[in-house]
């Protein structure tokens, strides 16, 4: 059983940062550490993944270049840095973990994180 709980979230306006926290316990050497968003009406989706044992990392393409995933061992945290944030990155974000490579389904991951709210406005 893998427990995740995840901090960070809030509002900031179009063009701000916001660093997402996620409590991965344990965290295992060969891992999948994924990060997921739900807006308001649609389905949930998969934001980024990184897997532990070679460091693949992947992004979905309206995030890649603003977002980044990472991992700290020592604190058993992962992270998702977001930068230059829209008003469409408005949504419910979640951690997601796994025991093996996986990519950005989310019917996939066995677990979660509760969610933390983002909010972007203009």
């Known amino acids: 059983q893998v427990h995740l709980v995840e901090s960070g979230g809030g509002s900031v306006q179009a063009g701000e940062s916001l660093r997402l926290s996620c409590v991965v316990s344990?965290?295992?050497?060969?891992?999948?550490l994924a990060w997921f968003r739900q807006a308001a009406g649609k389905e949930r989706e998969g934001v980024a993944v990184h897997y532990i044992g070679d460091g693949t990392t992947y992004y979905a393409d309206s995030v890649n270049g603003r977002f980044t995933i990472s991992q700290d061992n020592a604190k058993s945290t992962m992270y998702l840095q977001m930068d230059s944030l829209k008003l469409d990155d408005t949504a419910i974000y979640y951690c997601?973990?796994?025991?093996?490579?996986?990519?950005?389904?989310?019917?996939?991951?066995?677990?979660w994180g509760q969610g933390t709210q983002v909010t972007v406005s203009s």
């Open positions: 344990p965290m295992y050497s060969r891992m999948s």
């Open positions: 997601a973990a796994d025991l093996q490579w996986l990519g950005l389904d989310p019917r996939e991951y066995n677990f």
